[in-house]
């Protein structure tokens, strides 16, 4: 009988150079692979840090140890951190709390979280110590009471600002930097994206979402130009440009520029809900607290941050609260120097009275 013969291994696959790209210096985001492998390339990063730039892939944690500060970290036995992004804020929260504290993550990025996730496992937080969900923060209560934790924490935080990692990717659309498809949507599975939902608003509309979200002071005329291109309107430069070209031809280049960055920001609130959203968790906060808990958020605009200051308003005149900041804390001038996305932020507290 004879033998049979070993199978041959298969062939060692073709070694591919990376693409070239133009120029001394990447400039598209799928170029710059290295400030997207931080562990294999950690000096390039941190020189991209020096220059007061955000690493690509990636998101610089901001006000933290005002954070650490106002929710007494340092004492908590279980915290939320309802926007898990790259992990920033939890990976501080995480070294800060007692060994046996417990943190719960949520975020509602199925691209980003398991990234975060694997970094966070990786640096040695794992369940029970750090619990992740992928879920919104508008479903705080429900995630809660799934973890065992029906009692309350002791901090919930929220940072409400766009993820670097999201704007600075053109396929996720979130902004005019380079070309892509006109989407913004946090969970890119659900819901519409900009490109659809433009297509489906009507004028008054459009000017009443570029009011309410961003303060647009040129809403009707670029709700009125957006109107007539229906349907055509399909990627970000193809929008950027279409702003522009409704606005009065006077208007300096820098107001014009201010006028497409508030319609996307208007875009980004309206595909997202995120002030419905925000509005569901400021509402389940006295129920969410222990006796003493405190709560921050992180805003980045108006609109954001006159929700929290009124809500935890009502709260304390409810009694739900007995302590709020007197002033929200800024970024430095050295953390604006660091990382100018810092700059419009601002942080507000409200701690939970000790009786219920």
């Keep these: 009988m004879q033998a049979m013969s070993e199978p041959e291994p298969p062939p060692e696959p073709a070694h591919r150079r990376r693409p070239r790209y133009k120029g001394t210096h990447p400039r598209r985001f799928e170029e710059k692979y290295k400030e997207l492998d931080p562990q294999r390339y950690p000096e390039l990063v941190e020189h991209v840090r020096s220059r007061g730039q955000t690493p690509a892939g990636q998101h610089i944690p901001i006000l933290v140890d005002g954070a650490l500060a106002v929710l007494d970290v340092s004492h908590a036995v279980r915290?939320?951190?309802?926007?898990?992004?790259?992990?920033?804020?939890?990976?501080?929260?995480?070294?800060?709390?007692?060994?046996?504290?417990?943190?719960?993550?949520?975020?509602?990025?199925?691209?980003?979280?398991?990234?975060?996730?694997a970094r966070l496992r990786a640096l040695g937080f794992v369940e029970p110590r750090l619990r992740v969900r992928r879920t919104n923060?508008?479903?705080?209560g429900p995630t809660l009471h799934e973890v065992g934790w029906s009692d309350g924490v002791d901090f919930v935080f929220a940072d409400l600002g766009v993820s670097s990692m999201q704007i600075d990717d053109p396929t996720r659309g979130f902004t005019f930097k380079h070309d892509g498809?006109?989407?913004?949507?946090?969970?890119?599975?659900?819901?519409?994206?900009?490109?659809?939902?433009?297509?489906?608003?009507?004028?008054?509309?459009?000017?009443?979402?570029?009011?309410?979200?961003?303060?647009?002071?040129?809403?009707?005329?670029i709700a009125r130009a957006l109107a007539r291109r229906r349907g055509q309107l399909r990627t970000t430069l193809t929008l950027a440009e279409a702003v522009r070209a409704s606005l009065p031809p006077h208007l300096e280049a820098e107001e014009a520029e201010r006028s497409v960055r508030r319609v996307f920001q208007a875009l980004r609130i309206e595909v997202n809900d995120e002030f419905g959203v925000l509005d569901a968790l400021l509402r389940q906060l006295p129920d969410v607290l222990r006796p003493g808990?405190?709560?921050?958020?992180?805003?980045?605009?108006?609109?954001?941050?006159?929700?929290?200051k009124k809500a935890f308003e009502r709260g304390l005149a409810a009694g739900h609260f007995d302590a709020l900041c007197d002033e929200v804390l800024r970024p430095s001038s050295a953390e604006r120097r660091d990382n100018p996305r810092a700059a419009p932020a601002k942080l507000r507290w409200a701690a939970r009275a000790h009786t219920r």
């Design 79 to 117: 915290g939320v951190d309802c926007t898990l992004g790259f992990g920033g804020h939890s990976e501080r929260f995480l070294r800060a709390m007692p060994p046996s504290g417990e943190l719960l993550a949520l975020d509602v990025d199925p691209l980003q979280l398991p990234r975060t996730q």
């Design 293 to 308: 808990g405190r709560v921050a958020f992180l805003t980045f605009h108006s609109g954001e941050d006159r929700r929290v």
């Design 181 to 221: 498809p006109l989407d913004m949507r946090m969970n890119p599975s659900r819901g519409f994206s900009a490109a659809q939902w433009l297509e489906r608003t009507d004028e008054a509309r459009l000017a009443a979402v570029f009011i309410e979200h961003s303060d647009e002071p040129h809403a009707e005329r």
């Design 137 to 140: 923060f508008a479903a705080l």
